[in-house]
Each structure stands twice: as structure tokens, then as C-alpha cells.
């Protein structure tokens, strides 16, 4: 049996999708344990594409139970889009929970992200799904859970409870005309009528797949940098992507966790504002942004791309306890001459080994990198370490040393036969 987390080790969409997919065979139950629908996975299937936002990506493992812990808040018009999406394409959901425990995305939250945001002097830049403002209600302690979509008199008292706040705020500083309690509760206790027998006690599930020996993941959706404490802050999101939240996001003790696996892009991409040292507003950027189709999944923005920086992945492997990476998009460099890795910045004379709290310090760091030789060659069919070109292994080498953590995965392509293990990562004797 083993419990391995998986988080994304940079600003997202470093591939978690593709690397929880092709570890799902091997795993019993994936979790998702932070966020919401502003995540956007890509998943290839052989000639299929999917694209998930708040479904865990082990849904396309048949047999493999997956759940949506109570750590993540839960749009449930998406939710039931998502598996209406997913039954339609022929795979079953007849193995997804929901924890009774998530808190529920509603209108209003969707509504003042964007307001909020168009008030921002510093904008952000959010996904506008409402995900600020949902983790704001549930620390307010004035949030719905989804338990309370079964209960028409509770959610009916708190809707009334949260409307006497977010009524009077949408109309007196916003301008808008506010919610009007009745329809609210008429459409929320439909999702709740439809995805009832979803709701569970999940943390228990996986207390009992833990009894049987089985293997869980659990998959960190964003990523370090954009972790509420770790991040780049303000310019993150609201919950906790680092391993650190597995924890309490899926309902385990955090000494139940075995391993803490690194998604980690053989570049850098950044969607939405904010620092970012290594990006590269050139042609280069250009080829990178075009080779790896770094188009966000959830909002289509164009991503920011950059070199490799090993000071912010250093940091995630510190933040994170990593003891495994995954590095993916491998293949996305192979037309290039020369690639970079950004080894310490340099700031005002002084040389940075450590990623800075101070993004006014971040905003003047200047990358420091090394220059290695490029493979000048397609290696999206190779299948084994041996076998990728000599550069490639000592690109990977060099990240390895740099970061002070082992390659356990590399990915060529997107499809799941596109992976190379130098290490297995789950337990695959049960
Ligand atoms: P996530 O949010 O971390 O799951 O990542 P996204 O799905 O948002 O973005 C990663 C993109 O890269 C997706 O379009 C994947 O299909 C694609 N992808 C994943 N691994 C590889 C790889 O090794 N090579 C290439 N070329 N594409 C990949
Ligand atoms: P996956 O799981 C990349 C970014 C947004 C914005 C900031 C805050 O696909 O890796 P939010 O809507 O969360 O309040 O926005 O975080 N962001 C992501 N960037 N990948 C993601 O998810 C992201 N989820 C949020 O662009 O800058
Ligand atoms: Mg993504």
C-alpha cells in the first residue's frame, strides 16, 4: 500500500492531469484535496481529449475510485456539467464521491470575483470562478457545505444567513441587484437532489481503502507557487496546493502520506499577473508557447513561458518535502539549440540561492543561468532513460542536482504510452 501526493511544483499546468492519469492504473482512489473548477487538466487518451476542471483525472481509469475532498470548493453546476460530459463520452462515474464536508461554490461568488477583481488597483488575474470568494466564506465561517444541499430548512437559513452579508455589499458598493434568496434555494436543492448520492463522508472511505492495503493519490491541483502561504502572494490562489494541504484537504493524518511527487514542466509557464523572472518575451517564448500549446485550459489565455528555474523549483522540492519529480513537456525543447536553467538571481550585486518572500526583491532579480546543449532531436517516441539523447539526460541531471531531488518520471508527450518511469512511484505489490 502507499498514499503518494502529486503537486505541481511551479505556477500550474505542469502536467498533473496527464502524470495523475497515467498513475491512476496503479492507484485505487485519487483525491482531489484543494481548489475548484479554476484548475483545468488536460487529459489524451489515445485519439480523445479531455479536459477536466473538478473531477480528479483518475476518472479515466476505470476501477479507480475518485473523490473530491473536502479541501476543495465545489461549483455544483459544474460538477453535474462535468459528469453529464464525462457520461456522455462514455465513462462512468459511477465510482465519484463528494465530501459532505466541501463547501459550495455559489453565484454570488462568481460575481464578486469578477467585481472584485475590476476594483483591483493590482490586478490578479483569477480564473473569475468564484474560488476566492468561496474559501473567504468558509473562513468566515458563513459558508454552505454540500451536506447542506440535501437539507432544505438548513440551506434555507444559510442562504438566508450569507445574502444578509453579500446582499447589502453587491448593492450599496457594487452596483448589482443582489440574489434573491427563493431562486437560489429552488436550483441549489436540484443540484443536491441530483448529486446526493455522490455526498459522503469521503475521509472515511479513504480510512477503509487504507484498512484493505489499497494505494491512494492525491492530486494537488495549481501549484506551489501559486500556494496561499508559498506563493508568489497576492498573485496566487486561495487554498493550499503544496503537499502540506493533502492532509487536512483529504481527511488523513499527514503521517499516512509516503511519498510527495513533484510536477514539474521542463520550462516555465505563468498564466494571470505577477513576477516571473526567467520569462522570455521573445521568439524563443513564442516557439515554446507554440510547440507546447500553452493555452490555459479553463480561461484559453495565452501562458507566460520562461527557461527553467531551478530557484523556484528548489523551493518547491523544500516547501513540498518532494521525494520524487515528475518533469513533463520534455519534448517541447527539442527544437532548440541551446536551453537554459536559471541556477540563483542576482539582486542589486548580490547572488539569491533562495526564492525571496518580497516580490518587489522577485520583480528585480535578474536569472543567473547556465547554458546547456540542446538535442536538436524528436524524442516524444523514446520509452527509456537509456534511450533519450545524451543532452536530454544531462538536462535532466542537471535539474536533479539542481533541486537536490530525484527524477522518478519524464514525459515526452501527452499521451499516457509517452512516459518514461526511472523509479516506480506507487507500491505496486498490494
Ligand atoms: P495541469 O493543469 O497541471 O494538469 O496541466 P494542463 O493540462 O493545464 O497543461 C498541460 C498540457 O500539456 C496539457 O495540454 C497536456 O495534454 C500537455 N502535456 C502533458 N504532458 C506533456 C508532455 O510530456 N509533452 C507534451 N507535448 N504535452 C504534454
Ligand atoms: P491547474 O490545476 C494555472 C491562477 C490564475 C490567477 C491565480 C488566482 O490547471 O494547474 P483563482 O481563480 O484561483 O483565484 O486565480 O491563480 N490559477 C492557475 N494558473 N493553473 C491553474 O490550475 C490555476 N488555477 C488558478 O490564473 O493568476
Ligand atoms: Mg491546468
Known amino acids: 500500500m502507499s498514499v503518494v501526493a502529486l503537486v505541481g511544483t511551479q505556477w500550474g499546468d505542469e502536467g498533473k492531469g496527464k502524470i495523475t ?15 475548484g473548477n479554476n484548475a483545468g487538466h488536460t487529459v489524451v487518451v489515445g485519439e480523445k481529449t479531455y479536459k477536466l476542471h473538478l473531477v480528479p483525472s483518475g476518472i479515466l481509469s476505470a476501477d479507480t475510485m475518485c473523490i473530491i475532498g473536502n479541501g476543495v470548493v465545489v461549483d455544483p453546476q459544474v460538477l453535474c456539467s462535468e459528469i453529464q460530459s464525462l457520461n456522455a463520452w462514455g465513462i462512468s462515474t459511477s465510482n465519484l464521491y463528494v465530501s459532505e464536508r466541501a463547501h459550495v461554490i455559489m453565484p454570488y461568488h462568481r460575481v464578486l470575483d469578477e467585481l472584485e477583481e475590476s476594483r483591483r488597483v493590482s490586478k490578479i488575474g483569477t480564473t473569475a470562478r468564484g474560488i476566492g470568494p468561496a474559501y473567504v466564506d468558509k473562513y468566515m465561517r458563513m459558508g454552505i457545505r454540500m451536506l447542506d444541499l440535501k437539507s432544505p430548512a438548513r440551506l434555507e437559513r444559510a442562504l438566508e444567513q450569507a445574502l ?9 458598493v457594487y452596483g448589482h441587484p443582489g440574489f ?23 475521509s472515511l472511505l479513504l480510512h477503509e481503502a487504507r484498512e484493505k492495503g489499497l494505494n491512494i493519490l492525491l492530486e494537488g491541483a495549481q501549484g506551489t507557487l501559486l500556494d496561499i502561504d508559498h506563493g508568489t502572494y497576492p498573485f496566487v490562489t486561495s487554498s493550499n496546493p503544496t503537499a502540506g494541504g493533502a492532509a487536512p484537504g483529504a ?27 526567467t520569462e522570455l518575451r521573445d521568439a524563443t517564448g513564442d516557439l515554446i508557447r507554440e510547440r507546447g500549446r500553452e493555452y490555459g485550459t479553463t480561461t484559453g489565455r495565452p501562458r507566460r513561458c520562461g527557461w527553467f528555474d531551478a ?17 513533463t513537456l520534455l519534448d517541447v525543447l527539442d527544437a532548440l539549440d541551446e536551453v537554459k536553467v536559471c541556477v540563483a538571481y542576482e539582486y542589486r550585486g548580490e547572488r539569491l540561492e533562495h526564492f525571496p518572500a518580497d516580490l518587489e526583491v522577485l520583480e528585480e532579480c535578474r ?28 538536462y535532466l541531471q542537471f535539474i536533479a542536482e539542481q533541486v537536490g531531488c530525484p527524477v522518478q518520471m519524464v514525459s515526452v508527450g501527452p499521451r499516457r504510452d509517452q512516459t518514461i518511469f526511472l523509479q516506480p512511484v506507487m507500491d505496486t505489490v498490494q
Open 164 to 172: 444578509a452579508f453579500k446582499n447589502p455589499l453587491l448593492q450599496k
Open 251 to 277: 481527511g488523513l493524518g499527514p503521517n499516512q502520506i509516503d511519498g510527495v511527487i513533484g510536477v514539474v514542466k521542463a520550462y516555465t509557464t505563468r498564466v494571470g499577473e505577477g513576477p516571473f523572472p
Open 21 to 35: 492519469d497515467v498513475l491512476a492504473s496503479q492507484a485505487d482512489v485519487v483525491v482531489r484535496y484543494q481548489g
Open 367 to 394: 536569472p543567473i543561468y547556465e547554458t546547456l546543449s540542446g538535442w536538436k532531436e524528436e524524442i516524444s517516441a523514446v520509452r527509456s532513460f537509456e534511450e533519450l539523447p545524451e543532452q536530454a539526460q544531462a
Open 180 to 202: 434573491d434568496p427563493a431562486e437560489l434555494l429552488e436550483e441549489y436543492l436540484e443540484y443536491g437532489r441530483v448529486l446526493a448520492p455522490l455526498i459522503t463522508d469521503t
Open 311 to 327: 530557484v523556484m523549483v528548489r523551493y518547491a522540492v523544500r516547501v513540498n518535502g518532494l521525494t520524487g519529480l515528475a518533469i
